[in-house]
Structures are given as structure tokens and as C-alpha cells.
């Protein structure tokens, strides 16, 4: 079979399907994100034959050249995965050939803030289009409580096969942790609900091929769930430490130092650190799904998730009004003064800029006329609004030549002290650099 670049194949779905059979492949992933290539890297590298299916043809071009698009996976990485028989693919007859299939599609708000499943959807009808008896099709996509029995099912059961009796269907939530480097993906507990007993073993034993610890949930729902509350702990907690910190510079009390010491409980207690908001694809997304379900199922509202939405929706606001009583006190107004942004990333050490509170911080700096321009060793090129914030090209010279220097992500590539010792004026929102001439959140 000849794959081009873009991933496309040389035969028609009905002839791959026939010519499938003799090429057996172990795993399909559908969505080669930032959860379905580590996902896909993991699973070659124990032997197995991976394909992937993504709608993103660059993408899939990148992967098939050797090249990575996301973060923790290198392009080292990718030429091992190809070396081990790993292609990518636009044409969802790639399907046809895989036991198992993983959908990792991206699971985002629709317009009016609810779960948009259209890219699940639309890869569970490419799932049943070659679906046949015997295979394990498992959703990885975080999404909120009965997806996978109530929407995911029907749609594969629809050219007639039946789930739990013809086809495993199970749910798995990811863990993964971008720009995490202490735990790898096989270290990391998997937690896998099946939509019978039957289901569950399948998945429980295709995971276990390539993940240390498999942990089984009662059921789909049940798997489901567990990532919501694991995102919601995070959320929630989030936000309560941002209130905290607001509340505690009321008080004269500072945080961080009480945070650092609450820390040293060996147990009951973890500690979350303030920071501008929120952001990625996750922790600010998935409360929402899991709201959704509350308030149409039971047609109440999820209060906690409301209120930590509130208060980490308020914290760039609350930035921006900080950096501009820093100004002041220096005897400038924010109109009109320079203002540098350092890491506009949702977190540090990675480039995924998704849901960044960097960009309302940027809108509320510009809606105040201050000048604003960035910095980050990930991010070349950087729009908000769809006009684009210029990057600086020389950080030293920058740091020395803005009014104000508002530390967002403390990237490991930043240099903190020399930082410091440079700006005419740092605002540190990371809790990083602890000396008199430096505003910390
Ligand atoms: N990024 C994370 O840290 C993380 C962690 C845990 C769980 N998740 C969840 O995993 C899911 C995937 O997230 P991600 O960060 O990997 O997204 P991503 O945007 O990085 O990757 C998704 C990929 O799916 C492709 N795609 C979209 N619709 C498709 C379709 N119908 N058919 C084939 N390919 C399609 C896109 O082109 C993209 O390449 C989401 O539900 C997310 O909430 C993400």
C-alpha cells in the first residue's frame, strides 16, 4: 500500500478493507494531539503496530516527515514510532485495519458555553463506518458522565453490530500533563471503565500492554466522572487560593509565605500557588462539561464550579489593576507606558497557548492604552483579538527598556534573578523572585 506524504491512500476504503486484512494493525488513534501521539508513541514503543488517524492533513504530513507538533513528544520520538511501522492518515479507511481504537479528539465549549462533541461524534460514525465483531473501541476524550453509553454507543451500534456482545466499548480517561517530566505516561495509574464486565477486561488488558498500572472503574460513567472530579478538585482549588491571595494582601499577610508553610502538613493538604487564571484545555473546559450534566439532568446548578469560574475569570482583571497601581507608584499611568509580557503559554515549559489568561491580560492592557509586547521562548508569533502583540527579540534589552515586566509563566529558560536586576519595574505572578524591588502577586 502507498501512503503519500498527506497521508492519503492510494486505494478506496472498500479495497483497503480487503487488503486490510493481511496487515494487521494493534491500534488505531483517532486525534494525534497532544494526548493521542504520546498515546500513540507509547503503545509502538512496547511493539505494537500503531496508525493514527487525524483531519489535520499538516499534521499528518509533520508526523509522517518525522516531525512533532506537540511539546513532550520530540521529533526523535516520532522517527522511532515511524521505524516501528507507525503511519498517519487523513482517510479514516486506516481504521479498517485496527483491533483497538482510541478516539482522542478535542472536546471544547460551543458558542453558548456547553460541550460541543462534534469531533467525537464525527469520529465515532468513522469508527462504525469499519467496524467489525471482536474489536475494542475506547474514548479517551475527557467529556461529561454517559457520553460513551449514551452518545458514543448508539452512534457505533448504527450499521448494526452490538455493543458489549459484538465489540468492546470502554471510556479511559487521560492523565496527561504537558511539560510534566517526573511522571511518565506508563507511570501513571489508568483508569478504564467498560460498558459490561467483558468490555472492561478487554480494555483493562489492551492497556496493560503499555501502561504499568491499570485501574478498573465499575463502569463507563463511573471513569467518566473520575477525570471530571480530578479537573474540578483543580479548579476549585484554584480558584480558592487565587481568592486567598486577593484577600490575604487585604489583610497585610503574605500568601505565599502561609501557603510554603501549610505546605509542610504531611497529610490533608496540598497546595495550589495564585496566578493570573486559569488556562489550557482542560482545567478552565471540563468543569463546564460536568455543570452541563448537572443542570440538564437535574436542573440545578453545580455551585462550586460557578463560583471557582468566577473568581479565576476575575483574576486578569485583577492583575491588570495591580500592575497599574504599580505604575503608579512609580509615578506613571498605564496609558501610554510600555508594558512587557513574559510567558503567554498557559503554563510553563510548554507552547500551548489554549485559554491563556495572557490574552485578557493583554486585552484589558490594551483597552487601557498601555503598549504591549511579549516574550516567550515557545511562542514566536503572538495575536490577540486578531491583531498581533510584537515579540521583542532581545529579552535583556526589552526588560531594560519597558516601564513594567509582568512575569505569567516562569518558563525554566528565564534567567529570574538577572530578570530582576534588569527591569525598571517586575511583577512577579508566579511567586518566583522574593526581594523588595519586586511586585509578587
Ligand atoms: N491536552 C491535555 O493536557 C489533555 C489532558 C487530558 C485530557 N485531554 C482531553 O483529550 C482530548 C484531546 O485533547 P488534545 O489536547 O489532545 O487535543 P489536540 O487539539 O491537541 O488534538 C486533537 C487532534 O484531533 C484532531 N481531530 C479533531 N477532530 C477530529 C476528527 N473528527 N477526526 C480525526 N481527527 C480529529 C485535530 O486535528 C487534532 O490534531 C480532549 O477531550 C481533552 O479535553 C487533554
Given at each position: ?26 491500534l488505531?488513534v483517532?486525534g494525534?494531539g497532544y494526548v493521542g501521539l504520546p498515546l500513540a508513541r507509547e503503545a509502538a514503543s512496547v511493539?505494537l503496530?500503531v ?19 506537540v511539546d513532550d513528544v520530540s521529533?526523535?520520538d ?22 483497538t481504537?482510541v478516539i482522542c ?33 475506547v474514548l479517551e476524550s475527557t ?27 470502554a471510556f479511559s480517561p487521560e492523565r496527561i500533563d504537558p511539560g510534566n517530566t517526573t511522571h511518565a505516561l506508563r507511570e501513571v495509574p489508568k483508569v478504564v471503565g ?6 472492561a477486561?478487554?480494555a483493562v488488558a489492551f492497556y496493560g500492554k503499555f501502561i504499568d498500572t491499570v485501574v478498573q472503574a465499575?463502569?463507563?460513567?463511573e471513569a467518566e466522572m473520575a477525570k471530571l472530579i480530578e479537573n474540578t478538585y483543580r ?35 496540598q ?9 489550557g484545555h482542560c482545567i478552565?473546559?471540563d ?60 503554563k510553563?515549559d510548554v507552547?500551548d ?89
Open positions: 500500500m502507498q501512503v503519500d506524504k498527506a497521508g492519503s491512500l492510494g486505494e478506496t476504503s472498500e479495497q483497503l478493507g480487503e487488503s486490510a486484512r493481511a496487515d494487521h494493525v494493534e488505531a483517532i494525534l511493539g503496530r496508525v493514527g488517524l487525524d483531519r489535520n492533513a499538516r499534521v499528518v504530513s509533520d508526523l509522517n516527515s518525522g516531525r512533532s507538533h521529533d526523535e516520532v522517527r522511532r514510532m515511524r521505524e516501528a511501522g507507525f503511519t498517519a492518515y487523513t482517510d479514516d479507511a486506516c481504521l479498517a485495519r485496527a483491533q481504537v479528539v478535542p472536546t471544547p465549549l460551543s458558542e453558548d458555553g456547553g460541550p460541543d462533541l462534534s469531533a467525537v461524534t464525527s469520529a465515532a460514525r468513522a469508527v462504525a463506518g469499519h467496524l467489525r465483531p471482536g474489536r475494542l473501541v467529556t461529561y458522565p454517559g457520553t460513551t453509553d449514551e452518545v458514543v454507543r448508539p452512534l457505533l451500534e448504527e450499521p448494526g453490530l452490538k455493543a458489549g456482545e459484538d465489540f468492546a466499548l467498560g460498558l459490561t464486565p467483558a468490555c477486561v478487554r465499575k463502569g463507563t460513567r479548579h476549585v482549588n484554584i480558584a480558592l487560593v487565587n481568592e486567598l491571595a486577593i484577600i490575604s494582601r487585604e489583610l497585610h499577610i503574605d500568601v505565599w509565605d502561609a501557603i510554603r508553610c501549610a505546605g509542610t502538613k504531611p497529610f490533608g493538604f497546595a495550589f500557588r495564585p496566578s493570573a487564571g486559569v488556562g478552565p473546559i468543569p463546564n462539561y460536568l455543570s452541563y450534566k448537572v443542570r440538564s439532568s437535574l436542573g440545578y446548578e453545580f455551585r462550586f464550579v460557578e463560583l471557582a469560574q468566577e473568581i479565576n475569570r476575575r483574576m486578569p482583571e485583577y492583575v491588570v489593576r495591580r500592575a497599574q497601581d504599580l505604575l503608579n507608584s512609580a509615578g506613571r499611568p498605564l496609558h501610554g507606558s510600555r508594558v512587557l509580557l513574559l510567558g503567554v503559554t498557559y510553563p507552547a497557548q489554549r485559554e491563556s489568561p495572557a490574552v485578557p491580560v493583554a486585552k484589558l492592557l490594551r483597552e487601557r492604552e498601555a503598549e504591549v509586547s511579549f516574550h516567550d521562548p515557545h511562542v514566536q508569533r503572538w495575536s490577540v483579538d486578531g491583531v498581533s502583540v510584537p515579540r521583542v527579540p532581545d529579552l535583556t534589552a526589552a526588560v531594560r527598556e519597558h516601564d513594567l515586566t509582568l512575569l505569567l509563566q516562569d518558563h525554566s529558560a528565564y534567567d529570574l534573578p538577572a530578570l530582576a536586576d534588569q527591569a525598571r519595574l517586575l511583577f512577579d505572578t508566579r511567586g518566583r523572585i522574593f526581594r523588595p524591588d519586586v511586585e509578587v502577586l
